[in-house]
């Protein structure tokens, strides 16, 4: 799907191009852009999220001119939760959503709290891969680029896996710096709630194992029409939500 393009390499031309509902008409064409994070070697191409507005807005204005795929893949008129390039990705996402958040500063790696939370991301993200096909998985932290541990292991499940997005939480679109809002840590990935690309989402501990039993009962959320589940599988989950 050209409107969700994702390449480790940059592509032959600095466009994409859209054909038209009127054969006789220009094709659309929408400018690719390479992404990158601070402190991440890796870059991900896609559409360029200027260009995209600039058509976005001719398209509400003259909606019988675009192409049907283009409009419902960016029938909205604000941002990603996340970031410009999860903006890009179009609307319709379904997403798994963490928290990391680190209070001291920098990561040991040799420390109880990486091994339990930080170290546990990697193999989560291709448990999400294989139980939740077509996913993303999304991470909202707080880690910055003098933590060289941290950052360094971050990058690394991002450049490796391509349906992770990282979502700093000191700088996200339209919401800002959540540490600064005073929202505590475990409550960042509900950031995921107000975003207009995503349909789907769901809210997960990063040292939470992804279990056979919690993708059936998944699909039986979806099946079922509901907007909400709360799921407990253990008997300390007694609060009304689990945050």
Same mark, same amino acid.
């Given at each position: 799907?050209?409107?969700?393009? /994702?390449? $480790? #390499?940059?592509? =032959?031309?600095? /466009?994409?191009?859209?054909?038209?509902?009127? $054969?006789?008409?220009?094709?659309?064409?929408?400018?690719? !852009?390479?992404?990158?994070?601070?402190?991440?070697? @890796?870059?991900?191409?896609?559409?360029?999220? $200027?260009?995209?507005?600039?058509?976005? =807005?001719?398209?509400?204005?003259?909606? *019988?001119?675009?192409?049907?795929?283009?409009? *419902?893949?960016?029938?909205?008129?604000?941002?990603?939760?996340?970031?410009?390039?999860?903006?890009?990705?179009?609307?319709?996402? &379904?997403?798994?959503?963490?928290?990391?958040?680190?209070?001291?500063?920098?990561?040991?790696?040799?420390?109880?709290?990486?091994? !339990?939370?930080?170290?546990?991301?990697?193999?989560?993200?291709?448990?999400?891969?294989?139980?939740?096909?077509?996913? &993303?998985?999304?991470?909202?932290?707080?880690?910055? $680029?003098?933590?060289? /541990?941290?950052?360094?292991?971050? @990058? =690394?499940?991002?450049?490796?896996?391509?349906?992770?997005?990282? @979502?700093?939480?000191?700088?996200?679109?339209?919401?800002?710096?959540?540490? #600064?809002?005073?929202?505590?840590?475990?409550?960042?990935?509900?950031?995921?709630?107000?975003?207009?690309?995503?349909?789907?989402?769901?809210?997960?501990?990063?040292?939470?194992?992804?279990?056979?039993?919690?993708?059936?009962?998944?699909?039986?959320?979806?099946?079922?029409?509901?907007?909400?589940?709360?799921?407990?599988?253990?008997?300390?989950? =007694?609060?009304?939500?689990?945050?």
């Amino acid at each position: 799907n050209v409107l969700r393009y /994702v390449a $480790e #390499k940059p592509p =032959k031309e600095n /466009v994409r191009t859209f054909k038209m509902k009127n $054969e006789t008409q220009k094709p659309l064409v929408i400018a690719s !852009k390479g992404y990158t994070i601070p402190g991440c070697s @890796c870059v991900r191409f896609g559409l360029d999220v $200027e260009s995209i507005k600039k058509v976005v =807005k001719d398209a509400k204005a003259r909606p *019988k001119l675009y192409p049907a795929d283009f409009i *419902k893949n960016y029938n909205f008129d604000t941002q990603s939760t996340c970031s410009d390039f999860t903006t890009q990705r179009g609307a319709g996402q &379904n997403v798994v959503a963490y928290s990391y958040y680190h209070t001291e500063g920098k990561v040991n790696i040799e420390s109880q709290h990486f091994k !339990k939370y930080l170290g546990q991301l990697h193999g989560r993200a291709r448990v999400i891969h294989d139980s939740y096909p077509d996913w &993303n998985m999304r991470i909202y932290h707080n880690v910055s $680029e003098d933590d060289e /541990v941290g950052n360094k292991f971050l @990058c =690394k499940i991002y450049c490796v896996h391509q349906h992770v997005d990282l @979502c700093q939480v000191h700088n996200l679109p339209d919401l800002g710096d959540l540490v #600064k809002r005073g929202v505590v840590g475990r409550l960042w990935r509900f950031a995921v709630m107000g975003d207009p690309t995503v349909s789907l989402f769901l809210s997960r501990d990063s040292d939470s194992w992804i279990l056979d039993r919690e993708v059936a009962v998944v699909r039986e959320w979806i099946s079922s029409g509901k907007g909400f589940h709360v799921i407990r599988d253990h008997p300390n989950h =007694k609060a009304v939500m689990l945050a």
